[in-house]
């Protein structure tokens, strides 16, 4: 099946720095991919969408100059997460899909990131 | 109202039970459905797509009423190692996660 990687897998860093998670495709294009935060115990929140080449498209609620999302070619999307604060601190996933419904998602092994 | 809807759980059930969850959804636009597993601070996998038409494979049968806007998931003959975090999924262009059923399945 298709993989998507996605890096570091855990961060720990100080309040007000900023955070860089990657997340490629390695066998097949993304047309679109989705950035996800995960709270303990809480459902996958959907952040953004990605398309490649396009600005994403932000969730309610999700402020899009803390959470830089960067999708330049269709296979790498970045999610920066700017000065850092504590209550950012949460699981990030990503996915990607091929199809133009965005039927299967294959998704990245996660992001657990830690602000002090 | 969200718009997709699960019970939390947990599901405490002994090895060998069957158990049943649902999940509602209420864009009745949406087209495409899933159940992910999740296991905890892993990527969520996807378990089985869900079809008006039923899909079975193995213990595990998913279903699709669309007339009352909800889909299930039935697992028999529990195992062990079923034990995880069961997210329902629906949407058509996003993708709408439920908040996830939490199954413990014991000795």
């Known amino acids: 099946g298709a993989v998507v990687s996605q890096h570091p897998s855990r961060v720990i860093c100080k309040s007000g720095t900023s955070v860089k998670i990657e997340c490629r495709s390695l066998?097949?294009?993304?047309?679109?991919m989705f950035w996800y935060r995960q709270f303990p115990k809480q459902s996958l929140m959907l952040m953004a969408t990605?398309?490649?080449?396009?600005?994403?498209?932000?969730e309610q609620g999700v402020e899009k100059d803390k959470f830089l999302i960067n999708h330049a070619s269709l296979t790498l999307s970045t999610l920066t997460v700017t000065s850092a604060h504590p209550e950012d601190s949460s699981f990030y996933i990503c996915?990607?899909?091929?199809?133009?419904?965005?039927?299967?998602?294959?998704f990245g092994s996660g992001t657990q990131l830690s602000v002090l | 109202r969200k718009e997709v809807e699960q019970d939390p759980g947990p599901f405490n059930v002994p090895e060998g039970a069957t158990v049943a969850f649902n999940c509602t959804y209420s864009?009745?636009?949406?087209?495409?459905f899933f159940w992910y597993r999740q296991d905890c601070r892993k990527e969520p996998k996807l378990l089985m797509s869900?079809?008006?038409s039923g899909n079975e494979d193995g213990r595990f049968t998913a279903q699709l009423n669309r007339a009352s806007q909800y889909i299930s998931l039935l697992i028999r003959d529990s195992k062990l190692s079923d034990s995880a975090t069961y997210l329902c999924?629906?949407?058509?262009?996003?993708?709408?996660f439920g908040a996830g059923t939490r199954l413990f399945v014991k000795a």
């Open positions: 066998d097949f294009q993304a047309t679109t």
């Open positions: 996915s990607a899909t091929q199809g133009a419904n965005n039927e299967k998602l294959f």
């Open positions: 869900v079809y008006s």
């Open positions: 864009n009745s636009a949406s087209q495409s």
């Open positions: 999924v629906g949407g058509g262009f996003k993708t709408i």
């Open positions: 990605s398309n490649e080449g396009s600005k994403a498209t932000y």
